[in-house]
């Protein structure tokens, strides 16, 4: 069945799918977690092509006409290489928006919030080059903080102290505006917020991704509202956090 195929490193993408869900909801949806190789943010670039190269030719061959890369990671450092992999499919990626946050952005002090190799690539480089336009940017490469999720931890003391451990140079900062630039990140958007304290304006950008996926659909007729949950890793637990997280409870589930 034609469907968009969406993946992650892992769970953090559901917060895309969710975005995609409320844009086109009677559009089917196929979704890999790529858990047993999470996180993405702390392998190499190598390996993070390779793995989105072969979670995409998985996708292709099990209907997807439209591929959503829901994981910023993946996106820095394979979005090049799939799209000349695939030059006719459609890709959408997924990365920090630094432009709409230095639109929001009242003071100009921004913060970033993503993983390792997100921060470390050019192509977040070039980003902050292109969109920063002499405001003050703080990225802080939030290690450890998706396994926790992927753990299902949203909430525990462990987390929290290490949120509280990230957000730390941003409150030095005196940011005003903070990017969540890891798809996982939205999950825990409460503990952020407390850390960051009030006043400060957290950022996403999922809801973008899933309309410029929309623009990209061609609609069919008699679509269904099929919704594929596959996961390279612990199904039981992309299951729990599909429903804790979501409040999702009709989907079917799978091994990738």
């Known amino acids: 069945m034609a469907c968009i195929g969406v993946f992650d490193s892992g769970v953090g993408g559901l917060t895309v799918l969710a975005a995609l869900r409320r844009a086109l909801p009677r559009v089917p949806l196929h979704y890999v977690a790529d858990s047993a190789h999470a996180p993405y943010g702390e392998r190499s670039p190598a390996f993070i092509k390779d793995r989105s190269l072969a979670i995409a030719q998985r996708l292709i061959e099990q209907g997807a006409e439209v591929l959503v890369m829901a994981c910023n990671t993946a996106t820095a450092h394979a979005a090049d290489a799939l799209r000349a992999a695939h030059p006719n499919l459609p890709i959408v990626g997924i990365e920090p928006g630094i432009k709409p946050a230095v639109a929001l952005s009242a003071g100009g002090r921004i913060g970033v919030l993503a993983t390792t190799a997100t921060v470390n690539s050019p192509r977040f480089q070039a980003l902050v080059q292109r969109h920063a336009q002499g405001r003050v940017i703080t990225a802080v490469a939030a290690a450890g903080v998706v396994a926790h999720i992927e753990r299902g931890d949203l909430s525990s003391d462990a987390l929290r102290n290490l949120v509280a451990q990230h957000v730390a140079p941003l409150r030095e900062a005196q940011v005003d505006t903070v990017l ?77």
């Open 180 to 256: 969540l630039g890891c798809t996982h990140y939205p999950l825990i958007r409460p503990l952020w917020a407390d850390a960051l304290g009030a006043g400060v304006r957290l950022v996403e950008v999922e809801d973008a991704v899933a309309l410029q996926t929309a623009r990209l659909w061609s609609p069919r007729p008699h679509e269904g509202q099929r919704l594929l949950l596959q996961s390279t890793g612990d199904l039981g637990a992309l299951g729990r956090l599909t429903r804790q997280a979501l409040g999702w409870e009709s989907f079917a589930l799978s091994k990738a």
